[in-house]
């Protein structure tokens, strides 16, 4: 199965295989600073997965991926990491907490809905895939429905016979007549003319009685598809229903769409997806590492482990649209590891996570380029909010240095955070502008370093007030 990279304006698509590790390294460089192991990491076990694609289909079975912990402090990149390979490679991709699941018998989500979970989100990026295919034919057939609402079509003249039995043909003139007509409204309609004219249209129930379905398993685990079986019980009805023009235009575009695309087709291609390109970030998978205490909240902790492992051995998993194996899914775990460490694990979960990256903490440095050197990066992002409002902000060198060491001060002093710390500050440092902006509309705001000062000193001198607010 080829999988492309997503094209851009600028950019025309690269098949992915053409990607070096080298190359798949300096696109989460756009976005993630630092972290070199974690994305060479990460790089490698894309690459194999391509390499996978080209074997045979006999070897290609046989070959499992390499799975991953990234063992560092939050907010130094981990999901960000994995988030930003899933896109780049268009694979399915679930961010999951491993604490959320519980064993069995307690409260909580069996681990098997992480899997269910990610055939819907298969499903979701297929279908957008496919409407994108289908969008200009579904505009094409809700522009003819609703000029037949707003100029039924006339009947057809009928055919009479003289009676010296000559046919005597209707006038064309009538058909000629309706057609310009419609052609004229046609035009009307695109330019937005017809836009607030109030139309009636047939619009399908969604309304259905309610009823209770007593059983004791989950409602995802029962091989029954609730949205696909209502209709089939209570029928398709409609309603009429006035809405302008141009509301009317967009619900029968949204209903031509869902008529033109192939579901079933788009389910068989969500699941091999998943099977070949899936990966799944298991974050916390710290919080469920230690053995059986006995009592107390630690006493499913190896039981979510055993439970984690056929998952991320191989297995099956009964989904609402079929089985989905789970042999070809990589799976990221993540977790601080402050209390515990890695091989707190039970043994064959450990063996199922060969490759082990440490993420650094983030140092000044780091701070100072996170701010400034990703794509979206926080100064670009508040820039572009207050130019909305026509202030132009600029952040001079010294005022990026002064935030950063703030940061990276707060962060020992307390507890570290990683770059989350920057959002924090830079809400501090930005809140009387923000507060103001409306009323600046036009003007050019500077900030420098004895402006950060201004804003942060106090709170940073009072540890117990930097605690509470930083």
């Not at 992915?16 to 300096?26: F, G, K, Q």
């Not at 989100?121 to 003819?144: F, G, H, Q, S």
């Not at 039981?303 to 191989?314: A, F």
Request: proline fraction near 4%; hydrophobic fraction near 40%.
């Amino acid at each position: 199965m080829a999988i492309y990279l997503p094209g851009t304006v600028e950019e025309e698509q690269v098949s992915l295989d053409e990607l070096t590790p080298r190359e798949i390294v300096a696109e989460l460089d756009k976005h993630v600073i630092g972290q070199k192991d974690a994305k060479r990491a990460v790089a490698i076990a894309l690459r194999n997965r391509m390499r996978r694609q080209k074997l045979t289909p006999e070897l290609s079975e046989e070959v499992i991926p390499k799975n991953i912990i990234m063992i560092g402090p939050t907010g130094v990149g981990k999901t960000e990491i994995a988030r930003r390979l899933a896109k780049l490679a268009n694979s399915p991709f679930l961010k999951v907490e491993a604490s959320k699941f519980t064993e069995v018998g307690y409260v909580g989500r069996d681990v098997e809905s992480m899997i269910r979970d990610l055939v819907e989100i298969a499903i979701e990026m297929v279908r957008e895939e496919k409407l994108e295919d289908v969008t200009d034919k579904a505009e094409l057939n809700a522009e003819e429905r609703l000029l037949d609402i707003l100029l039924p079509p006339v009947a057809a003249p009928r055919q009479e016979t003289s009676p010296a039995g000559f046919v005597l043909e209707g006038s064309s003139s009538g058909g000629d007549s309706q057609s310009r007509t419609r052609e004229k409204l046609r035009q009307q309609l695109r330019e937005g003319k017809l836009d607030e004219r109030m139309v009636e249209i047939d619009v399908r129930e969604r309304n259905f009685p309610s009823f209770e379905i007593i059983s004791n398993q989950g409602v995802e685990e029962m091989d029954v598809n609730i949205k696909d079986m209502l209709p089939n019980i209570f029928g398709q009805r409609t309603k009429k229903r006035k809405m302008k023009v141009n509301e009317a235009l967009e619900y029968l575009i949204q209903e031509e769409e869902q008529r033109l695309i192939d579901m079933d087709q788009v389910t068989r291609t969500a699941i091999d997806r998943v099977e070949d390109a899936g990966i799944i970030f298991l974050d916390e998978i710290d919080k469920i590492a230690g053995r059986e205490s006995g009592h107390g909240p630690d006493v499913s902790r190896e039981g979510v482990q055993r439970d984690i492992l056929p998952i991320v051995e191989g297995t099956t998993v009964n989904t609402r649209y079929g089985m989905v194996r789970t042999d070809h899914i990589l799976f990221i775990a993540a977790g601080a590891f402050h209390v515990s460490k890695p091989s707190d694990l039970i043994p064959e979960l450990q063996g199922r996570f060969p490759i082990r990256v440490e993420l650094q903490s983030l140092t000044m440095a780091d701070f100072i380029r996170i701010l400034t050197e990703p794509k979206s990066s926080l100064v670009k992002q508040y820039t572009a909010l207050l130019e909305t409002e026509g202030v132009k902000l600029e952040f001079t060198t010294d005022s990026l240095e002064e935030i950063a060491r703030f940061a990276f001060r707060v962060n020992e002093g307390t507890e570290n955070i990683g770059a989350r710390r920057l959002h924090t500050i830079m809400e501090r440092v930005l809140d009387q502008i923000s507060f103001d902006a409306p009323d600046k509309k036009g003007e050019h705001v500077k900030i420098d370093a004895d402006y950060v000062r201004h804003m942060l000193a106090d709170i940073v001198k009072d540890q117990d007030l930097s605690r509470y607010i930083l």
